[in-house]
């Protein structure tokens, strides 16, 4: 089998509504944008899709110097094709999202050509998982209590942050959700990092006095050394490397320092699948967690197929809250069935709709 063509497929959506952000200062919905399909065609009939919020960019990319390096390749030779992705960005400096794009188009030709769905493919570990809520930035606390409390009778078990970014605020909020939902509902915190070392500090302590579950991304994830003083001066574990470029490479410096209790991996930010199952298997390889950043179809395969998650990330975007569609009443993500990654469900080839927000997953 050989790949004859490299498409991209623009697709205009419309603005999220209503508008959110991650934290004061970072912007989490966009404006109406262009998104952009990957599509790979084989000489015997199987297309692989991703999907990419920039489509444009995706367009640049694929004309310039994606294009001429996939037409002919064997789809099935993910990891050759992986490693000179990563050859093009000593070139190019990807962003980080774009080889992820590039290995789930061959991951979903992969599954079509088993016949089985990917997460069958890579080998599943599980066919559920939970789901937790993760909130963007709402306006009061007791906003985010309302908040908490919808997602608990939605069937949400866990609760993850983000909040203002304001070390003072936060650090009251995240003691008053605590004090609201008792001791035996799971919290996280994400900072988006927002923080500098003495703010992070602060707000880690609290944390720990509040029993959270994890410490998310509190600083830039520039300086391991700064995450290394972090896990020194807090009791909170700390979920580490969600944003730094370089797939396991990276995560292998966060763990080499001790400073992390766990670790994040997922296709967005980490080189697709490929890379996100190195991390998965680094991070075992040290008994610790690798927790699935972000939702969406590929991100579900991979919380099936690794034994070291233990949770599929909800975005919680409104209030009132409204469920995430894959997520059913108990609170669970079911695998998929389908081969392939399954975006079949929700576009045809032949036919884009305007609007496949709701399927694909949204970077954090």
Not at 118 to 123: A, L, M, T
Not at 256 to 275: D, E, H, I, P, Q
Not at 302 to 308: F, K, Q, V
Request: negative net charge.
């Amino acid at each position: 089998m050989k790949i004859v063509s490299v498409d991209v497929r623009l697709v205009d959506e419309p603005a999220v509504t209503p508008p959110f952000r991650w934290r004061d200062g970072l912007p989490g919905s966009d404006g109406p944008r262009t998104g952009g399909w990957l599509v790979l065609t084989t000489d015997e009939g199987p297309r692989g899709y991703a999907y990419c919020r920039r489509g444009p960019l995706l367009v640049d990319m694929v004309d310039r110097r994606i294009r001429d390096e996939l037409v002919g390749a064997d789809p099935l030779r993910r990891e050759w094709l992986w490693h000179r992705m990563w050859e093009l960005d000593r070139i190019e400096e990807f962003p980080v999202y774009i080889q992820g794009v590039i290995d789930d188009a061959l991951w979903d030709l992969a599954g079509k050509t088993a016949g089985l769905p990917v997460h069958e493919v890579i080998g599943s570990f599980r066919d559920a998982i939970p789901a937790y809520a993760s909130t963007v930035t709402f306006g009061s606390v007791e906003e985010y209590l309302d908040v908490a409390d919808q997602c608990l009778e939605l069937g949400y078990p866990a609760i993850k942050l983000h909040a203002w970014g304001d070390v003072r605020k936060d650090a009251k909020l995240c003691a008053a959700l605590r004090e609201h939902v008792g001791d035996d509902v799971p919290l996280m915190y994400d900072g988006s990092a927002g923080f500098d070392l003495i703010d992070a500090v602060y707000l880690g302590r609290v944390l720990s006095e509040a029993d959270y579950a994890w410490y998310e991304e509190p600083m830039r994830e520039f300086s391991v050394t700064a995450y290394r003083r972090l896990a020194e001066r807090v009791d909170v574990p700390l979920l580490v490397a969600e944003t730094s470029d370089g797939a396991h490479m990276n995560t292998a410096d966060y763990i080499a320092s001790g400073c992390a209790s766990a670790v994040r991996t997922g296709n967005a930010y980490k080189g697709g699948l490929t890379g996100a199952l190195r991390i998965a298997h680094l991070a075992d390889s040290y008994l610790l967690r690798a927790e699935v950043h972000g939702g969406g179809l590929p991100n579900t395969h991979l919380c099936m197929a690794i034994p070291n998650t233990t949770y599929y990330e909800s975005l919680v975007d409104s209030n009132p809250v409204r469920r995430a569609p894959e997520v059913d009443a108990a609170g669970l993500v079911r695998a998929p069935t389908g081969p392939g990654m399954g975006y079949e469900q929700v576009w045809n080839a032949e036919e884009p709709p305007t609007s496949i927000a709701a399927d694909v997953p949204r970077d954090r």
